[in-house]
């Protein structure tokens, strides 16, 4: 199982990991709000995620963290 | 070389920062200086240092902040119109607290000017030409030979305190040839620069430089340590020459050429009667008021009298110091032009007279 | 078995980022740390900060850093560099700080072959000071000093950096990337590595100018502002190797 972690705290929920994810499985979630005021990005299912890390890649701040299963490619 | 050489002023300033272990030089050309940076690109490479000609005044400075940061001994050197260019980089230095030594050989302005010696950035210097609330050690040298020395203490005062010290010395100093002679080793006093960027090379937490405090009680913290280093240095680092000022009618103050030209008028002014004193401030900051003040509140003096290559700038400091003791009159000239010994013999004539 | 393929990098101090959501200067910045801690030269790196939104970057990366007046990056950078030659040093700069008031101090840190890296961050705009027109600006668009649209006729033309430093003989490599979309940041990252193997290698002047979004002066949203790029800064400012193409690094 592929998965991630999105640093609630941290995040701005500039949306530009649910914009790249090609599972599409990430969103800004509407009814959290954490300490800064913006609404933290979460995902809807984690079964499907694929360990790509598009997300980490494009976060601005270092939010997400992510484990592959298998490994690296 | 031989201990004892026959040297142009601009070539000693070299010399002695070499001398003082400074290892970088960053310059660019401006007449009455530009000899320094030449005596720099032939003598650097000669001990592994580095002189870079530099884009600009401005880049020359900004090398210098680089340069002091890394924790290297470092000087760059110009005239007037140079060192407004530079004004910013002295607010930055003064803001991180690098050492950095700066020699303005002064010219005549404003604007472009002339190129003959003048005085005329003494405020510039002492009361800052950079924004903000900070002090540079100023240094006036009198001769070739205490261009030499003071430019060695200048790298040892700015270590000392981390703060920029500037040798103001005039476009006739610059050029005349005197005899200097030299010591057979500097003194170089190690200092802690444990704070300068040199790369953590895993050894320790990484190190910034920056001048910038968004924070309002922290900029005001960083201003009250500026100003409490100012205070130690104004304690210990005054330095002055008083000549034959016990019991004098008449209190010359003068610094750089001029005092030159008023310690032959002292002779001429003892020939016919009339006893003259000079208090000659070398640092013009921390400025000896003390020395003036004393030397001015003798039941003797009648007056003093300032001789500038300006239109009145050291003379308002004198006027702080005798505190409204004394009057204290005023001769100068501009454009590059100097003094003649007549001149102020006159004026101490007018003045023991009256 | 599922094993970590993504963390944060030590390169970067984790100090929360002050930067606009969605702005990609936080990007470069971890592009520019993740480089450093890879090629293992961190502790033998001091960067420059500049004056605009990254002022204060000597925050952000966990190495030694001088922050330099307006423009002066790259002057105090070649001090910095010439007093421990064997150092990696770096500018960081955004469009103000190098195309308008630091024009004269990176022309001749280049044309010298300075052995520095500059990472210049191109978003069309002034950002911190809220807004104004850049030298880089493109036509047409609007800006706070701009209001109309920036015009030839009243503001002139925008200004290619990095074809221009390419003429000097000091640059040894040029390119210019962006990051507005993965692959584009592991292009970037690319370049990044290159350009400290070239500073390794003692080579030269090494730039890599990196289009980025400044969302909030552009009035777009953060996902718009990447899309932005495309649509309208590339066809100004084209991605591609303009010196160097021809060096090898390895890894």
């Given at each position: 199982?592929?998965?991630i972690?999105?640093d609630?705290?941290?995040?701005k929920?500039?949306?530009l ?7 599409k ?7 959290k ?16 995620c694929?360990g790509c890390?598009?997300c980490a890649?494009i976060?601005p ?5 992510v484990?592959?299963?298998g490994?690296?490619? | 070389?031989s201990?004892?050489?026959l040297?142009k ?9 070499i001398?003082?272990?400074?290892r970088?030089y ?17 003598r ?6 580095v002189m ?6 401005v880049?020359?400075i ?5 340069a ?21 980089g ?7 607290e ?19 010696p003048a005085?005329?950035d003494?405020?510039q ?11 540079n ?23 000392r305190y981390?703060v ?9 100093l ?12 500097e003194?170089?006093?190690?200092f802690?620069?444990s704070w300068?960027?040199?790369?953590t ?9 920056q001048?910038i405090?968004?924070e309002p009680?922290?900029l005001?913290r960083?201003?009250s340590?500026?100003q409490?280093?100012?205070r130690?240095?104004?304690e ?11 019991g004098?009618?008449i ?5 750089g ?5 008023c ?5 001429q002014?003892?020939?016919i009667?009339?006893?003259v004193?000079?208090?000659?401030p ?16 003798q039941?003797?003096?009648?007056a003093?009298?300032?001789?500038e290559?300006?239109?009145?700038q050291?003379?308002e400091?004198v006027?702080?110091?005798v505190?409204?003791t ?5 001769h100068g ?6 003094p003649?010994?007549?001149e ?11 | 078995?599922?094993?970590k393929?993504?963390?944060?990098t ?10 606009c ?10 592009l ?7 090629m293992?030269?961190?502790?033998v790196?001091?960067g420059?900060?500049p004056?605009g939104?990254?002022y ?29 030659p ?23 840190a ?5 052995k520095?890296c500059?990472?210049f961050?191109?978003n ?6 809220s807004g104004?027109?850049a030298?880089?600006t ?16 009243v503001?002139?033309y925008p200004?290619?950096?990095s074809?221009?430093l ?7 490599y040029?390119?210019?990337?962006a990051v507005?979309s993965?692959r584009n ?16 290698a003692?080579?030269?002047?090494a730039?890599?100018?990196?289009l980025?979004?400044c969302?909030t ?7 718009s ?9 590339v066809?100004?400012?084209p991605l ?6 021809e060096?090898?690094v390895?890894?």
């Amino acid at each position: 199982m592929s998965r991630i972690e999105i640093d609630q705290d941290r995040c701005k929920g500039c949306g530009l990991c649910v914009h790249v994810c090609p599972r599409k499985i990430i969103v800004l979630q509407q009814d959290k709000l954490n300490a800064r005021g913006f609404h933290p990005a979460g995902v809807t299912d984690m079964s499907r995620c694929i360990g790509c890390a598009f997300c980490a890649t494009i976060c601005p701040d270092s939010c997400i963290e992510v484990w592959r299963e298998g490994g690296k490619a | 070389m031989s201990n004892r050489v026959l040297m142009k002023g601009n070539e000693a300033i070299a010399e002695a920062a070499i001398r003082a272990g400074c290892r970088h030089y960053f310059g660019y050309p401006i007449t009455p200086q530009t000899e320094i940076m030449h005596y720099m690109a032939l003598r650097m490479p000669e001990v592994n240092g580095v002189m870079v000609q530099a884009e600009s005044e401005v880049a020359a400075i900004n090398m210098v902040y680089g340069a002091a940061a890394a924790g290297a001994r470092v000087m760059t050197t110009s005239s007037s119109p140079g060192i407004s260019l530079k004004q910013e980089g002295f607010s930055y230095i003064a803001g991180a607290e690098l050492p950095a030594v700066v020699v303005n050989i002064v010219r005549a302005g404003p604007g472009l000017g002339g190129i003959l010696p003048a005085q005329g950035d003494y405020f510039q210097a002492t009361k800052g030409g950079g924004h903000g609330d900070y002090r540079n050690v100023v240094l006036a040298p009198a001769s070739v030979q205490e261009l030499y020395e003071l430019t060695v203490e200048a790298f040892n005062i700015a270590d000392r305190y981390r703060v920029l010290t500037m040798i103001l010395g005039d476009g006739t100093l610059g050029q005349m040839m005197e005899p200097v002679l030299f010591r057979d080793e500097e003194p170089v006093e190690s200092f802690d620069k444990s704070w300068a960027t040199t790369g953590t090379q895993g050894r320790r937490e990484h190190n910034t430089i920056q001048s910038i405090y968004i924070e309002p009680d922290a900029l005001e913290r960083l201003n009250s340590n500026l100003q409490a280093k100012y205070r130690r240095i104004a304690e210990r680092e005054v330095r002055v020459e008083t000549v034959n000022c016990d019991g004098a009618e008449i209190i010359l103050t003068a610094f750089g050429t001029c005092s030159r030209i008023c310690k032959n008028v002292i002779r001429q002014a003892a020939e016919i009667g009339i006893k003259v004193g000079l208090v000659r401030p070398i640092t013009l900051w921390p400025f000896p008021d003390q020395a003036i003040a004393a030397a001015a509140g003798q039941p003797s003096v009648k007056a003093l009298l300032d001789i500038e290559l300006n239109a009145g700038q050291m003379v308002e400091d004198v006027r702080l110091a005798v505190n409204g003791t004394r009057p204290v009159h005023f001769h100068g000239r501009t454009g590059g032009n100097l003094p003649t010994q007549q001149e102020i013999l006159d004026k101490i004539q007018v003045l023991a007279r009256s | 078995m599922e094993e970590k393929i993504f963390s944060r990098t030590r390169g970067l101090t984790g100090k929360p980022f002050h930067y606009c959501p969605g702005c990609t200067h936080g990007i470069i910045h971890r592009l520019i740390a993740e480089t450093l801690s890879e090629m293992d030269i961190l502790d033998v790196t001091i960067g420059v900060s500049p004056v605009g939104c990254t002022y204060n970057n000597y925050e952000y990366f966990a190495c030694d850093m001088v922050q330099a007046a307006h423009g002066r990056a790259p002057a105090v950078a070649t001090g910095i560099k010439r007093v421990h030659p064997d150092s990696m040093v770096f500018t960081y700069q955004g469009d103000g700080d190098l195309a308008a008031i630091g024009t004269a101090e990176i022309v001749h840190a280049a044309a010298r072959g300075e052995k520095i890296c500059t990472f210049f961050v191109n978003n069309a705009v002034y950002g911190m000071t809220s807004g104004q027109m850049a030298p880089t600006t493109l036509l047409g668009q609007k800006t706070t000093t701009s209001p109309l649209g920036r015009s030839a006729a009243v503001q002139g033309y925008p200004i290619n950096v990095s074809e221009m430093l390419a003429t000097l003989q000091g640059a040894v490599y040029i390119e210019r990337v962006a990051v507005n979309s993965v692959r584009n940041i592991n292009r970037a990252k690319q370049a990044i590595r290159k350009a400290f193997k070239v500073q390794q290698a003692n080579l030269g002047f090494a730039m890599v100018e990196i289009l980025s979004t400044c969302p909030t002066n552009w009035g777009k949203d953060p996902v718009s502002a990447l899309k932005w790029i495309d649509e309208a800064m590339v066809k100004q400012y084209p991605l591609g190797v303009f010196r160097g193409q021809e060096i090898e690094v390895g890894d």
